[in-house]
Protein backbone atom coordinates (compact mmCIF):
# COMPACT_ATOMS: atom_id res chain seq x y z
CA UNK A 1 0.00 0.00 0.00
CA UNK A 2 2.59 2.50 1.16
CA UNK A 3 4.61 1.65 -2.55
CA UNK A 4 2.05 2.51 -4.36
CA UNK A 5 0.88 5.69 -2.44
CA UNK A 6 4.53 7.04 -2.81
CA UNK A 7 4.26 6.23 -6.86
CA UNK A 8 4.29 9.34 -8.73
CA UNK A 9 1.54 9.03 -11.95
CA UNK A 10 0.44 10.94 -14.89
CA UNK A 11 -2.95 12.30 -16.23
CA UNK A 12 -3.49 8.69 -17.14
CA UNK A 13 -2.78 7.15 -13.66
CA UNK A 14 -0.10 5.27 -15.02
CA UNK A 15 3.42 5.31 -13.38
CA UNK A 16 6.10 7.78 -14.08
CA UNK A 17 9.34 6.42 -15.23
CA UNK A 18 11.77 9.05 -15.29
CA UNK A 19 14.44 6.78 -17.38
CA UNK A 20 11.74 6.67 -19.91
CA UNK A 21 11.09 10.37 -20.21
CA UNK A 22 12.20 12.67 -23.10
CA UNK A 23 13.53 14.92 -20.31
CA UNK A 24 16.02 12.78 -18.59
CA UNK A 25 18.84 14.84 -19.67
CA UNK A 26 16.74 17.39 -17.35
CA UNK A 27 16.46 15.34 -14.16
CA UNK A 28 20.43 14.69 -14.25
CA UNK A 29 20.87 18.56 -14.57
CA UNK A 30 18.94 18.91 -11.37
CA UNK A 31 15.95 21.00 -13.87
CA UNK A 32 13.10 18.32 -13.04
CA UNK A 33 13.03 16.48 -9.72
CA UNK A 34 10.02 13.30 -9.20
CA UNK A 35 7.39 14.95 -6.89
CA UNK A 36 8.18 18.03 -7.23
CA UNK A 37 9.11 19.19 -10.69
CA UNK A 38 7.89 16.79 -13.20
CA UNK A 39 6.13 17.48 -16.80
CA UNK A 40 4.59 13.94 -16.14
CA UNK A 41 3.06 14.19 -13.13
CA UNK A 42 -0.55 14.44 -12.73
CA UNK A 43 -0.48 17.18 -10.33
CA UNK A 44 -0.96 20.83 -11.97
CA UNK A 45 1.47 22.65 -9.26
CA UNK A 46 4.19 20.36 -10.12
CA UNK A 47 3.84 20.80 -13.74
CA UNK A 48 3.37 24.42 -13.48
CA UNK A 49 6.86 24.17 -11.37
CA UNK A 50 8.27 22.12 -14.12
CA UNK A 51 7.55 25.03 -16.37
CA UNK A 52 9.13 27.97 -14.78
CA UNK A 53 12.32 25.93 -14.48
CA UNK A 54 12.34 25.27 -18.19
CA UNK A 55 9.67 27.60 -20.16
CA UNK A 56 11.08 27.13 -23.41
CA UNK A 57 9.45 23.56 -23.21
CA UNK A 58 6.36 25.03 -22.74
CA UNK A 59 5.41 25.45 -26.70
CA UNK A 60 5.84 21.54 -27.38
CA UNK A 61 2.89 21.30 -24.77
CA UNK A 62 0.39 23.33 -26.43
CA UNK A 63 -1.24 20.65 -28.25
CA UNK A 64 -1.31 18.08 -25.36
CA UNK A 65 -4.18 15.46 -24.85
CA UNK A 66 -4.51 16.49 -21.34
CA UNK A 67 -6.36 19.89 -21.04
CA UNK A 68 -4.45 20.81 -18.01
CA UNK A 69 -1.62 20.18 -19.33
CA UNK A 70 -2.36 22.77 -22.12
CA UNK A 71 -3.96 25.00 -19.76
CA UNK A 72 -0.40 25.32 -18.32
CA UNK A 73 1.62 25.18 -20.55
CA UNK A 74 -0.29 28.45 -22.32
CA UNK A 75 1.22 30.28 -19.30
CA UNK A 76 4.73 29.92 -20.42
CA UNK A 77 4.77 29.57 -24.25
CA UNK A 78 5.46 31.49 -26.70
CA UNK A 79 2.93 34.44 -26.86
CA UNK A 80 2.97 34.08 -30.32
CA UNK A 81 1.63 30.96 -30.36
CA UNK A 82 -1.45 31.26 -28.29
CA UNK A 83 -4.12 32.79 -30.66
CA UNK A 84 -4.48 28.95 -31.90
CA UNK A 85 -5.46 28.07 -28.39
CA UNK A 86 -8.70 30.14 -28.09
CA UNK A 87 -10.55 28.05 -29.50
CA UNK A 88 -9.92 25.31 -27.57
CA UNK A 89 -12.64 22.58 -26.45
CA UNK A 90 -11.61 23.35 -23.06
CA UNK A 91 -12.60 26.40 -21.25
CA UNK A 92 -9.70 26.43 -19.12
CA UNK A 93 -7.58 26.54 -22.06
CA UNK A 94 -9.16 29.62 -23.55
CA UNK A 95 -9.04 31.79 -20.72
CA UNK A 96 -5.15 30.23 -20.07
CA UNK A 97 -4.10 31.94 -23.47
CA UNK A 98 -6.38 35.20 -23.04
CA UNK A 99 -5.30 36.52 -20.35
CA UNK A 100 -1.85 36.30 -21.94
CA UNK A 101 -2.86 37.95 -25.31
CA UNK A 102 -3.29 41.56 -26.15
CA UNK A 103 -6.89 43.11 -25.42
CA UNK A 104 -8.25 42.61 -28.86
CA UNK A 105 -8.31 38.61 -28.77
CA UNK A 106 -10.54 39.22 -25.79
CA UNK A 107 -12.92 40.70 -27.44
CA UNK A 108 -12.98 37.19 -30.02
CA UNK A 109 -14.34 35.33 -26.62
CA UNK A 110 -17.21 38.01 -25.55
CA UNK A 111 -19.21 35.28 -26.94
CA UNK A 112 -17.84 31.87 -25.25
CA UNK A 113 -19.78 29.59 -24.81
CA UNK A 114 -18.79 28.77 -21.36
CA UNK A 115 -20.46 31.72 -19.59
CA UNK A 116 -17.56 31.48 -16.76
CA UNK A 117 -15.34 32.58 -19.13
CA UNK A 118 -17.59 35.70 -20.57
CA UNK A 119 -17.45 36.71 -17.00
CA UNK A 120 -13.55 36.84 -17.21
CA UNK A 121 -13.55 38.40 -20.25
CA UNK A 122 -16.06 41.02 -18.84
CA UNK A 123 -12.94 41.75 -16.14
CA UNK A 124 -10.42 42.89 -19.33
CA UNK A 125 -12.70 44.78 -21.50
CA UNK A 126 -13.86 48.34 -20.89
CA UNK A 127 -16.73 51.32 -22.42
CA UNK A 128 -18.39 50.35 -25.45
CA UNK A 129 -16.21 46.92 -26.00
CA UNK A 130 -18.43 45.78 -23.39
CA UNK A 131 -21.85 46.75 -24.82
CA UNK A 132 -22.19 43.57 -26.15
CA UNK A 133 -21.91 42.21 -23.27
CA UNK A 134 -24.93 43.63 -20.98
CA UNK A 135 -27.64 41.26 -22.52
CA UNK A 136 -25.88 38.34 -21.44
CA UNK A 137 -28.54 35.77 -20.78
CA UNK A 138 -26.21 34.88 -17.51
CA UNK A 139 -26.70 37.96 -14.72
CA UNK A 140 -22.96 37.39 -13.57
CA UNK A 141 -21.77 38.56 -16.44
CA UNK A 142 -23.68 41.80 -16.71
CA UNK A 143 -23.12 42.75 -13.03
CA UNK A 144 -19.57 42.36 -14.21
CA UNK A 145 -20.69 44.52 -17.20
CA UNK A 146 -22.96 46.75 -15.06
CA UNK A 147 -19.59 47.92 -12.53
CA UNK A 148 -17.13 48.60 -15.50
CA UNK A 149 -19.37 49.85 -18.80
CA UNK A 150 -19.22 53.49 -19.28
CA UNK A 151 -22.02 55.32 -16.92
CA UNK A 152 -23.74 56.90 -19.95
CA UNK A 153 -24.01 53.16 -21.91
CA UNK A 154 -25.84 51.64 -18.71
CA UNK A 155 -29.50 53.58 -19.93
CA UNK A 156 -30.71 49.65 -21.54
CA UNK A 157 -29.55 47.58 -17.90
CA UNK A 158 -31.83 50.04 -15.76
CA UNK A 159 -34.54 47.59 -16.48
CA UNK A 160 -32.53 44.05 -16.24
CA UNK A 161 -34.69 41.50 -14.69
CA UNK A 162 -31.79 40.80 -11.85
CA UNK A 163 -32.46 43.46 -8.76
CA UNK A 164 -28.69 42.86 -7.99
CA UNK A 165 -27.67 43.89 -11.64
CA UNK A 166 -30.17 46.87 -11.40
CA UNK A 167 -28.34 48.06 -7.87
CA UNK A 168 -24.90 48.18 -9.83
CA UNK A 169 -26.73 50.59 -11.80
CA UNK A 170 -28.47 52.27 -9.93
CA UNK A 171 -25.03 53.47 -8.27
CA UNK A 172 -23.44 54.41 -12.00
CA UNK A 173 -26.43 55.41 -14.22
CA UNK A 174 -26.24 59.54 -14.83
CA UNK A 175 -27.90 61.40 -12.48
CA UNK A 176 -30.65 62.56 -15.03
CA UNK A 177 -31.72 58.73 -15.34
CA UNK A 178 -32.50 58.12 -11.87
CA UNK A 179 -35.67 59.44 -11.82
CA UNK A 180 -36.81 56.36 -14.11
CA UNK A 181 -36.13 53.79 -11.21
CA UNK A 182 -37.61 55.01 -8.63
CA UNK A 183 -40.57 52.85 -9.32
CA UNK A 184 -38.13 50.00 -9.61
CA UNK A 185 -40.18 47.45 -7.98
CA UNK A 186 -37.22 46.13 -5.86
CA UNK A 187 -36.62 47.60 -2.21
CA UNK A 188 -33.05 47.48 -1.81
CA UNK A 189 -32.77 48.85 -5.93
CA UNK A 190 -35.34 52.06 -4.68
CA UNK A 191 -32.63 52.87 -2.00
CA UNK A 192 -29.59 52.90 -4.16
CA UNK A 193 -31.59 55.29 -5.94
CA UNK A 194 -32.89 57.28 -2.89
CA UNK A 195 -29.43 57.90 -1.63
CA UNK A 196 -27.90 59.65 -4.72
CA UNK A 197 -31.35 61.65 -5.72
CA UNK A 198 -30.53 65.00 -4.41
CA UNK A 199 -32.95 66.16 -1.65
CA UNK A 200 -34.98 68.35 -4.11
CA UNK A 201 -36.43 65.34 -5.74
CA UNK A 202 -36.48 63.48 -2.77
CA UNK A 203 -40.21 64.17 -1.71
CA UNK A 204 -42.02 61.79 -3.82
CA UNK A 205 -40.64 59.19 -2.24
CA UNK A 206 -42.00 59.98 1.15
CA UNK A 207 -44.23 57.00 1.21
CA UNK A 208 -42.66 54.28 -0.02
CA UNK A 209 -43.11 50.78 1.38
CA UNK A 210 -39.70 50.32 2.61
CA UNK A 211 -39.00 52.26 5.94
CA UNK A 212 -35.43 52.52 4.80
CA UNK A 213 -35.96 54.56 2.15
CA UNK A 214 -38.48 56.85 4.33
CA UNK A 215 -35.78 57.12 6.30
CA UNK A 216 -33.30 58.03 3.61
CA UNK A 217 -36.17 60.79 2.82
CA UNK A 218 -36.29 62.27 6.10
CA UNK A 219 -32.44 62.49 7.20
CA UNK A 220 -32.17 64.79 3.84
CA UNK A 221 -35.49 66.18 2.78
CA UNK A 222 -36.10 70.18 3.44
CA UNK A 223 -37.49 70.74 7.05
CA UNK A 224 -40.60 71.73 4.98
CA UNK A 225 -41.49 68.65 3.69
CA UNK A 226 -40.68 66.65 7.06
CA UNK A 227 -44.02 66.99 8.28
CA UNK A 228 -45.74 64.20 6.65
CA UNK A 229 -42.97 61.88 8.41
CA UNK A 230 -43.67 62.94 12.02
CA UNK A 231 -46.00 59.85 12.41
CA UNK A 232 -44.64 57.02 10.23
CA UNK A 233 -44.62 53.71 11.23
CA UNK A 234 -41.55 53.19 11.65
CA UNK A 235 -39.82 54.30 14.60
CA UNK A 236 -37.07 55.33 13.32
CA UNK A 237 -38.18 57.34 10.77
CA UNK A 238 -40.54 59.08 13.02
CA UNK A 239 -37.82 59.88 15.04
CA UNK A 240 -35.24 61.24 12.74
CA UNK A 241 -38.02 63.67 11.44
CA UNK A 242 -39.21 64.53 14.57
CA UNK A 243 -35.31 65.08 16.00
CA UNK A 244 -34.66 67.36 12.44
CA UNK A 245 -38.26 69.55 13.37
CA UNK A 246 -37.22 70.53 16.78
CA UNK A 247 -33.94 71.79 15.39
CA UNK A 248 -35.85 74.49 13.49
CA UNK A 249 -36.55 77.20 14.98
CA UNK A 250 -40.09 79.01 15.97
CA UNK A 251 -41.96 80.98 13.54
CA UNK A 252 -40.98 84.79 14.62
CA UNK A 253 -37.86 83.43 16.53
CA UNK A 254 -34.40 84.78 15.45
CA UNK A 255 -31.96 81.76 13.60
Known amino acids: MSDDFDMTRNWKGDQVNCACCAHIALNRAGRCQLKHACVNDRYARRVDRFF?????????????????????????????????????????????????????????????????????????????????????????????????????????????????????????????????????????????VARRLSASLLPPLRHDPDWRIRHEVASRIAPSELISLVDDPNSLVRELARSRLALQPERGTPA
Open 52 to 192: KWNAGLADAYLAHPHFEMRAIAARFANIFLLSSLLSDNDETVRWSAVRRLPKRYALRLRNDPHHEIRMLIATLLEGDELLPMASDEYYDVRLVVAGRITPLLLRGMTRDVEAEVRRVVARRVPQEWLLSMVDDHDASVRLE
